[in-house]
Nanobody, 115 residues
Framework: QVQLVESGGGLVQPGGSLRLSCAASGTTFSMSTMGWYRQAPGKQRELVASITGEHLTNYGNSVKGRFTISRDNAKITVYLQMDSLKPEDTAVYYC?????????WGQGTQVTVSS
């Protein structure tokens, strides 16, 4: 059973930055796809960014140029650097892990962008 532990959420002013981290335990399989999704109140969960074990990345249109996803395969950890944050980035951010066997979600971390 893979467990995902997220950290780094919080309150930040518009234009500020935050860095989210998500560490996967219970697996040593680096050839997985990890990523971040977010869900704002009253909206569907959407892809923020994902990264494969070979470091191929994919971003949601609304975050391109502002967010950067990266990973440490040795630690099975994924990071999301969020810059130039906007109020519309406010949401619960969920870590996602998927390999050839199964997919898992983290518990979510709140990101609030407000002055």
């Amino acid at each position: 059973q893979v467990q995902l532990v997220e950290s780094g959420g919080g309150l930040v002013q518009p234009g500020g930055s935050l860095r989210l981290s998500c560490a996967a335990s219970g697996t040593t399989f680096s050839m997985s796809t990890m990523g971040w999704y977010r869900q704002a109140p009253g909206k569907q969960r959407e892809l923020v960014a994902s990264i494969t074990g070979e470091h191929l990345t994919n971003y949601g249109n609304s975050v391109k140029g502002r967010f950067t996803i990266s990973r440490d395969n040795a630690k099975i950890t994924v990071y999301l650097q969020m810059d130039s944050l906007k109020p519309e980035d406010t949401a619960v951010y969920y870590c996602h892990y998927a390999d050839y066997r199964a997919a898992y979600w983290g518990q979510g971390t709140q990101v609030t962008v407000s002055s």
